[in-house]
């Protein structure tokens, strides 16, 4: 029986929504151990619109794995081709004939506050041959919710973030919050930091949907979208922020409460930008962003002004070095690489 390296290849066409970036910087690296495209590069926002493209694609990918049973396929979760492909009652026991690599960008299940959608989710990666996690809380809630062998799971921890160098420009401490990604889903953390009339000074980058919802205001700014590959050079701060939900106090609502379990994209972004961060201390990432000594948890947005203003130029400096040394790694892509390697060597060696 023919065994071999195959990947699912994902990827996004959206080049001025930075949000889509990840599943494309995935997708490099992923590429660069020489993996089998199983099909066509799957782009999420077609899969879900035409359900004939969908079928083709399953088709294509059934009919390239024939005769493969045992080999190592990667796919990056999740890939929006639906449940008749990823669930293994509806795709020949798919996970039990072959040995799949499940790179988690979001459970949604508790991403949105869906039970069912969480309940799909066990579905599908139960039977994972082996899993990489964002990072070490949520591998615990797989364990704990979703009764995975913790044997299974690797934990990537934070973001790689593709880009051919690292802002190294000298910042200073007083230019206020950067806060990058996909902005129609923090409407309610926006109206709130301005109600609030909360400083620093909030900058804004990314996607705005229906500018309506937008007010202008002298806290809060909206400084334009820009190309995932090009956004580094353009954000105007000192921190980069890492916060979600409906409060500037708290993580509230579904997607704020989520950031315990996630490691947003955006910390990437920020570290190769050269930004330091600030994070809330209930957020998985914190623990990285404390130990890394590249930024500072606060339990409310209301801290954010006294802690900024205590801290003299040379902390800051400081602070900026160490962010410097990580995002050289990450512009790399050098922590995905690693389990990468892991991954394969254990396929290898299991043959």
């Not at 990827?11 to 020489?34: L, M, P, R």
């Not at 066990?122 to 913790?150: D, H």
Request: charged share 30%; hydrophobic share 35%.
């Amino acid at each position: 029986m023919d065994k071999e390296l195959f990947c699912i290849p994902l990827g996004t066409k959206d080049e001025k929504h930075v949000a889509t970036k990840a599943y494309n910087d995935v997708q490099s690296i992923v590429d660069s151990f020489a993996m089998k495209r199983l099909c066509g590069t799957v782009y999420p926002t077609e899969v879900l619109q035409e359900l004939s493209k969908k079928r083709k694609t399953i088709a294509e990918i059934k009919k390239n794995l024939e005769g493969k049973e045992g080999s190592y396929v990667f796919i990056q979760y999740p890939t929006y081709l639906g449940d008749t492909f990823l669930f293994p009652e509806g795709f020949a026991s798919f996970s039990k004939k072959y040995r799949c690599v499940y790179f988690i960008h979001d459970l949604n299940g508790i991403r949105y506050g869906t039970p069912w959608v969480n309940a799909s989710d066990k579905k599908v990666l139960k039977n994972a041959w082996r899993i990489l996690s964002l990072n070490e809380k949520m591998t615990a809630y797989l364990v704990r919710k979703f009764g995975i062998p913790e044997e299974k799971i690797l934990s990537y921890g934070f973001w790689d973030y593709l880009v051919p160098k690292t802002n190294r420009n000298k910042r200073t401490k007083g230019n206020g919050l950067v806060f990058a990604g996909n902005l129609t889903k923090s409407v309610r953390l926006i109206e709130d930091y301005q109600k609030r009339n909360l400083r620093p000074v909030l900058n804004l980058y990314g996607y705005l949907g229906n500018r309506d919802w937008f007010k202008k205001s002298d806290n809060v700014f909206y400084r334009g979208s820009f190309k995932g590959d090009e956004v580094q050079d353009h954000l105007d701060g000192s921190f980069g922020l890492v916060w979600d939900g409906t409060s500037a106090t708290d993580l509230k609502g579904p997607v704020g409460t989520y950031q315990e379990y996630n490691c947003p994209h955006k910390a990437g972004l920020y570290v190769v930008s050269g930004l330091p961060l600030i994070v809330s201390k209930k957020a998985a990432i914190y623990p990285f962003v404390k130990e890394r000594g590249i930024g500072f948890g606060v339990d409310s947005l209301e801290e954010a002004e006294g802690l900024i203003s205590s801290l003299s130029e040379e902390e800051y400096s400081a602070l900026q070095e160490r962010v410097f040394e990580l995002g050289d790694s990450l512009r790399k892509g050098e922590r995905l690489k690693g389990l990468i390697s892991l991954t394969v060597k254990d396929y290898r060696e299991g043959q």
